[in-house]
């Protein structure tokens, strides 16, 4: 198993793992990602961390099916919870889950200290990426990288986020909503996903416009988003 064998979004996400990297992989059913890396000898070392037993028992069985184990750990446990100092790790990959839910996770392992801020995190939220992003900022992480890609027809976004230790990071509302970097590739995935938004809101407006009851306060605001994303696709 090596990396051509992940799907695009899985590839995507290991493509922005470096060599050497020491690799949390948390969310890991069957531990996918982590075994292609250290299959292509990308890691030398890597955690994944799974809080469900079935998925759990599916990484544990992965690894021990393609002759692993002394690369991979896999550990049951919430989160960053897995972890420890003694772990050295130097990027975390947090795949296929909404973006409040890898917030939280975040959130909780900065609560407890198991995250140190030394490692490089490398998401992928299926949605909630505004919510996602304002965690990043709020917690003075720099988002380096950013990446959109389409598979079986779901458009999926991916940051790479490091703490920054001397400046505030900030944010405008635009970036956050639509992302540091994506707007500039000037992607026809990009492009695409705002045009479907766009779309969506048209028609939440359409209806808003024909109800019986006063809807001023929400036909403003949906109004100004999409200005908001007209000015984006311009
Ligand atoms: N990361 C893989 C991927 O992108 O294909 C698996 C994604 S799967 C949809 C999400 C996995 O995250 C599930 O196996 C779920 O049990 C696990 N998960 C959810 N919350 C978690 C948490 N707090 N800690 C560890 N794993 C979690």
Same mark, same amino acid.
């Given at each position: 198993?090596?990396?051509?064998?992940?799907?695009?979004?899985?590839?995507?996400?290991?493509?922005?793992?470096?060599?050497?990297?020491?690799?949390?992989?948390?969310?890991?059913?069957?531990?996918?990602?982590?075994?292609?890396?250290?299959?292509?000898?990308?890691?030398?070392?890597?955690?994944?961390?799974?809080?469900?037993?079935?998925?759990?028992?599916?990484?544990?069985?992965?690894?021990?099916?393609?002759?692993?184990?002394?690369?991979?750990?896999?550990?049951?446990?919430?989160?960053?919870?897995?972890?420890?100092?003694?772990?050295?790790?130097? #990027?975390?990959?947090?795949?296929?889950?909404?973006?409040?839910?890898? =917030? *939280?996770? /975040?959130?909780? &392992? @900065?609560?407890?200290?198991?995250?140190?801020?030394?490692?490089?995190?490398?998401?992928?939220?299926?949605?909630?990426?505004?919510?996602?992003?304002?965690?990043?900022?709020?917690?003075?992480?720099?988002?380096?990288?950013?990446?959109?890609?389409?598979?079986?027809?779901?458009?999926?976004?991916?940051?790479? #986020?490091?703490?920054?230790?001397?400046?505030?990071?900030?944010?405008? =509302? *635009?970036? /956050?909503?639509? &992302? @540091?970097?994506?707007?500039?590739?000037?992607?026809?995935?990009?492009?695409?996903?705002?045009?479907?938004?766009?779309?969506?809101?048209?028609?939440?407006?359409?209806?808003?416009?024909?109800?019986?009851?006063?809807?001023?306060?929400?036909?403003?605001?949906?109004?100004?988003?999409?200005?908001?994303?007209?000015?984006?696709?311009?």
């Amino acid at each position: 198993m090596d990396e051509s064998q992940l799907s695009l979004r899985l590839s995507t996400a290991a493509s922005y793992v470096e060599q050497g990297d020491r690799l949390a992989d948390i969310g890991s059913d069957h531990a996918y990602l982590p075994c292609a890396l250290a299959s292509n000898g990308k890691v030398a070392f890597a955690i994944a961390g799974e809080v469900v037993k079935g998925p759990f028992q599916a990484a544990q069985n992965q690894v021990n099916r393609l002759g692993l184990t002394k690369q991979i750990s896999v550990r049951l446990g919430d989160g960053l919870e897995v972890l420890s100092p003694a772990d050295e790790v130097s #990027a975390i990959t947090i795949c296929g889950m909404g973006g409040s839910l890898i =917030a *939280s996770i /975040l959130d909780n &392992g @900065f609560k407890k200290g198991h995250l140190t801020g030394k490692e490089r995190l490398i998401l992928q939220p299926n949605v909630g990426e505004v919510m996602l992003r304002k965690w990043l900022v709020d917690h003075n992480y720099m988002i380096t990288a950013e990446d959109i890609i389409e598979e079986n027809g779901k458009i999926y976004e991916l940051m790479v #986020a490091v703490k920054n230790p001397t400046e505030k990071s900030l944010a405008t =509302a *635009s970036q /956050l909503t639509f &992302g @540091f970097y994506l707007k500039d590739k000037n992607s026809a995935i990009f492009k695409k996903k705002w045009q479907k938004e766009l779309e969506k809101n048209q028609y939440i407006l359409a209806s808003l416009t024909k109800s019986s009851v006063d809807q001023t306060a929400k036909i403003k605001l949906i109004e100004a988003e999409i200005q908001e994303i007209e000015e984006v696709l311009k």
